[in-house]
Antibody, heavy 117, light 107 residues
């Protein structure tokens, strides 16, 4: 059974950093691209970043470029999102999701990030 | 960025009704359109990928159609467990963009 379990969220002050993790199991992690998608409270879904199966390619939405870094450790089957210079508009539930060619097929339960002083 | 215009934003229907939800892309996205269901407090669940392919384990009352810029999700006979918010997602180009969602409730 495919499982994606996010961790590392919580309350953080504006301008500070936070690192999210996503532990994957139930599939060969190194065969799939992975992504982070977020959802602000009572809002819709917003793609954040994607990383290729081997980590050689990364893609970001404009509003997080230069502040967020997506990475992966295939030996540990773990995806990461390093978030620096956090802003109030980054407040959201962050979902880890598996990219299966042209769609996101499995999602974690999400982790809440609140950016507030 | 490709804009995804989803309609309606809210839908009230009765058990057994046929329900349709639409997504229109601001430019051609071929068939790279996916549909998700999100129930309150849960993660999104993939229903349809590549415009019309039913994800494994999803009931056959769900179907998708369309290509290019216009797409439709159809629930052939609404069930109580279908109460949720539905989103479309274009996966044709970066950044991947979602529709704003359709909240489906029972009448």
């Amino acid at each position: 059974e495919v499982q994606l379990v996010e961790s590392g969220g919580g309350l953080v002050q504006p301008g500070r950093s936070m690192k999210l993790s996503c532990a994957a199991s139930g599939f060969t992690f190194s065969n799939y691209g992975m992504a982070w998608v977020r959802q602000a409270p009572t809002k819709g879904l917003e793609w954040v970043a994607t990383i290729s199966y081997d980590g050689s390619s990364t893609y970001y939405r404009d509003s997080v470029k230069g502040r967020f870094t997506i990475s992966r450790d295939n030996a540990k089957s773990t995806l990461y999102l390093q978030m620096n210079s956090l802003r109030s508009e980054d407040t959201a539930t962050y979902y880890c999701t598996r990219e299966n060619w042209a769609y996101f097929d499995y999602w974690g339960q999400g982790v809440m990030v609140t950016v507030s002083s | 960025d490709i804009q995804m215009t989803q309609s309606p934003s809210f839908l009230s229907a009765s058990v057994g009704d046929r329900v349709t939800i639409n997504c229109k892309a601001s430019q051609n996205i071929n068939r790279y359109l996916n549909w998700y269901q999100q129930k309150l407090g849960e993660a999104p669940k993939l229903l349809i990928y590549n415009a019309n392919s039913l994800q494994t384990g999803i009931p056959s009352r769900f179907s998708g159609s369309g290509s290019g810029t216009d797409f439709t999700l159809t629930i052939s006979s609404l069930q109580p467990e279908d109460v949720a918010t539905y989103f479309c997602l274009q996966h044709n180009s970066w950044p991947n963009t979602f529709g704003a969602g359709t909240k489906l409730e029972l009448k």
